[in-house]
């Protein structure tokens, strides 16, 4: 287990937990965190934003938890917390300025507590696992390329995609129930938005779904039932 407190950052710039015989357990950092290469532990939990530029593994149930705004940046990242821990962003999630980073999950629940791609837009973001969205995912413009969910979504915020060439074609996809669980805009500059399984409001009550761009919308399984 490592242990960093103090407040500051935390600077990685070589390959973390590599050796498969030298397994690190939890990392937690009271501070942020500046990651220049991969880092495989049980856990990680960073306290005051993170800045993301290589692939994140974890084998524990606690996960990866990213209190404070975050940045993936310096290529294409994978987070993979396996199926059976949650990865939490706690603040804002932004591509670096200087290309739009694919962004690739692994976990059972992936948690956006705020907002996604709102400065800088990601290129594809896919998720294998549950979604839970909290934040708009591109709050002041296209959040992302294309958003792929497999499992089940809970969607109380707005999502704005605008894919060319491979992320032309499906702009969101969600293959599990999805709830709309607050009145929720879904946006495409003409993508097909997908729904491969039920599309039910949530219990508390007739929440409000408008998707606009001119695409295709595919129902595939049954809508308000």
Do not use: H
Request: aromatic share 4%.
């Amino acid at each position: 287990t490592l242990t960093v407190t103090g407040g500051g950052e935390v600077n990685f710039i070589g390959a973390v937990g590599a050796i498969s015989t030298r397994a690190l357990g939890a990392i937690a950092i009271t501070g942020s965190l500046n990651s220049d290469s991969t880092i495989q532990a049980a856990s990680v939990a960073v306290s005051l934003g993170s800045n993301i530029g290589g692939d994140v593994t974890t084998t524990a149930s606690a996960g990866q938890v990213y209190t404070g705004n975050a940045i993936i940046s310096g290529g294409d990242v994978v987070l993979n917390a396996g199926g059976s821990a949650v990865v939490t962003f706690d603040g804002t999630l932004e591509s670096d300025s200087a290309a739009e980073r694919d962004l690739t999950i692994t976990a059972s629940t992936v948690l956006f507590d705020d907002a996604v791609g709102a400065t800088n837009e990601f290129g594809s973001i896919s998720i294998t696992g549950i979604l839970d969205l909290d934040g708009d995912i591109g709050a002041s413009g296209m959040g992302a390329q294309s958003l792929y969910v497999s499992g089940a979504a809970d969607l109380a915020a707005d999502i704005s995609t605008d894919g060319v060439g491979a992320s032309a074609g499906i702009g969101q996809s969600f293959g599990g129930a999805t709830v709309i669980s607050d009145n929720v805009a879904l946006v495409t500059t003409g993508q097909t938005i997908k729904f491969a399984n039920t599309l039910n409001s949530d219990a508390n009550g007739v929440s409000t779904l408008t998707v606009t761009g001119g695409g295709e919308v595919n129902f595939i399984g049954a809508v308000g039932a």
